[in-house]
């Protein structure tokens, strides 16, 4: 199942994409809320009132896939989105440095940054002259917990997602942290849906893809993961509880615009597609 967060009007909603149509699960089912946060809350309730909607879909519930806007899955997480730092380590060593093996590096970006597919990036020309992409799988938590253990971590994953984790390289050098290099407005794309884990045969064999303006720059596999998802599940909730929205981008490949010789940064115009496995393509354009 795949699960948007959909425009349509004036209706902001919760939808399932259905044979190329999206499915309004509030129309459907009165009990389902309009905001993804709220339907994971639910937990496994939430799951089973869209199989119900799906055995008996009508017409009226349902909008062609064209004729919507879609947004973030989660248009505004509570919480900043976990990042987790150099966990390829082909990307590690085009960054200059060596991956460490032991203590993953985990950082944030603030949820303002967020956007759909299809939504511009702003290119602040103004703050920045090395604005860069990282293609990413991200982790959509489904199931409140703290002190996860590795066995049982792949429970509390409600689905996978797509996330452009954009970055402002000179910020993130000149204040020896990565928070603002991060956190530029609209430096999150994330999207087009979220892939239930139950459609997802196995995440840690995933083939991953970023184009620039067509050029394939970034294609690698999530097996190349240095912390696989269980690890980066149970190392951030072992004195942190993790919530229903929590998003976890889990690194990106090597190929960013940085590392290359000489670096190739983004500029006004330039359209990134990154494409991964089971999930999709997510777009966006700089503006």
Not at 85 to 111: C, L, T, W
Not at 154 to 172: E, K
Not at 264 to 281: A, H, K, N, P, W
Request: charged share 20%; aromatic share 6%.
């Amino acid at each position: 199942m795949k699960f948007v967060t959909a425009h349509a009007g004036s209706d902001v909603f919760v939808g399932v994409v259905h044979e190329q149509k999206v499915v309004h699960l509030s129309k459907a089912d009165e009990t389902i809320p309009n905001t993804m946060i709220e339907c994971l809350e639910l937990g496994e309730s939430f799951i089973e009132k869209v199989q119900r909607v799906l055995r008996n879909v009508q017409l009226e519930w349902m909008y062609a896939l064209d004729d919507v806007q879609l947004l973030a899955p989660i248009p505004r997480p509570t919480k900043n989105i976990f990042c987790i730092g150099k966990n390829y380590a082909d990307h590690a060593q085009e960054m200059g440095s060596v991956a460490d093996r032991e203590n993953m590096i985990v950082f944030s970006k603030a949820p303002t940054t967020v956007i759909g597919h299809e939504a511009p990036i702003l290119r602040h020309a103004d703050v920045t002259d090395q604005l860069d992409y990282e293609g990413e799988l991200a982790i959509i938590i489904g199931k409140k917990g703290k002190a996860i253990p590795k066995d049982q971590a792949l429970n509390y994953v409600f689905g996978y997602t797509i996330i452009n984790d954009v970055t402002a390289r000179d910020l993130q050098e000149r204040h020896k942290q990565y928070l603002l290099g991060k956190s530029l407005d609209t430096s999150c794309p994330m999207g087009p849906w979220i892939v239930h884990r139950s459609a997802m045969t196995e995440p840690h064999a995933l083939h991953i893809e970023t184009k620039v303006n067509g050029e394939v720059r970034q294609s690698a596999t999530t097996a190349q993961f240095i912390f696989d998802i269980p690890t980066i599940i149970a190392t951030l909730s072992k004195g942190m509880t993790l919530e229903p929205g929590d998003v976890i981008a889990t690194g990106t490949p090597a190929g960013v615009g940085k590392g290359m010789n000489p670096p190739r940064f983004l500029q006004s115009g330039d359209v990134i597609e990154i494409t991964i496995e089971q999930i999709g393509t997510l777009r966006n354009v700089v503006k």
